[in-house]
């Protein structure tokens, strides 16, 4: 596997469930972020780790709960989510999170709430 | 008024056009103006990247940036079909993180 990879590609879920957005990326960088890309809008950043810490949240609703285990892996709990949540979901790795370094992305996670 | 304001097309051309996409902003703090391309199904990625104002060409493309309008151009010569995606352009003011602020994205489309 190269470069930032996503998993699952599509989910549906329903508003009472509980998943998890999985992200992996295979380039040594030691930043990871979630966006979200909705129809129509521009791409919002989510969540900011940097080396495993969080350094921003950009206040995104509790039900969506980021875990970044280690500088290679990056997680998204989703838990009572709503249809408006329904979007593109990317991950993006970058090799330093101060200054500006070229952010690689995923190809996404689709995500339907239904 | 929205930080960066980008067409969302889509825009349609024949092939060989020589294609303009812009975008304006706000912020006067940007000083980094990237273009990111975005293929169906598939993350972005980085197409271009300028500092502050000035041009910059590679291959078929060239990006200007014009601070003292707030203004970005992403031009492709010689469009292929190939080309057909949506262009993200996106800006940063290096405030201590690599984050970026994002436009719409424009969808192109060149057919053959």
């Known amino acids: 596997e190269t470069g930032v990879t996503q998993t699952p590609r599509h989910l549906v879920m329903g508003m009472t469930n509980k998943k998890s957005l999985k992200c992996e990326q295979h380039?040594?960088?030691?930043?990871m972020y979630w966006y979200k890309q909705s129809a129509k809008k521009p791409l919002e950043l989510m969540f900011v780790y940097s080396l495993e810490e969080r350094v921003e949240n950009n206040s995104v609703p509790s039900r969506f709960s980021p875990e970044c285990p280690n500088s290679s892996h990056l997680f998204l709990h989703l838990h009572t989510l709503q249809p408006e949540d329904s979007a593109l979901y990317l991950c993006?790795?970058?090799?330093?999170?101060?200054?500006?370094?070229?952010?690689?992305f995923g190809p996404g996670t689709r995500l339907t709430v239904l | 008024q929205k930080e960066v304001e980008q067409d969302p097309g889509p825009l349609s051309v024949p092939e060989g056009a020589i294609v303009s996409l812009n975008c304006t902003y706000s912020n006067s703090a940007f000083q980094y103006f990237m273009w990111y391309r975005q293929y169906s199904r598939k993350g972005p990625e980085l197409l271009m990247y300028?500092?502050?104002?000035g041009n910059k060409e590679d291959g078929r493309f060239t990006a200007q940036v014009d601070k003292s309008s707030k203004y970005i151009s992403l031009f492709i010569r010689d469009s292929q079909p190939s080309d057909s995606a949506t262009y993200l352009c996106a800006m940063s003011s290096n405030s201590g993180y690599s984050t970026l602020t994002f436009g719409k994205g424009t969808m192109l489309l060149v057919s053959p």
């Open positions: 380039l040594g960088h030691n930043a």
């Open positions: 300028t500092y502050s104002s």
């Open positions: 993006a790795s970058s090799q330093e999170v101060s200054g500006i370094y070229e952010q690689f």
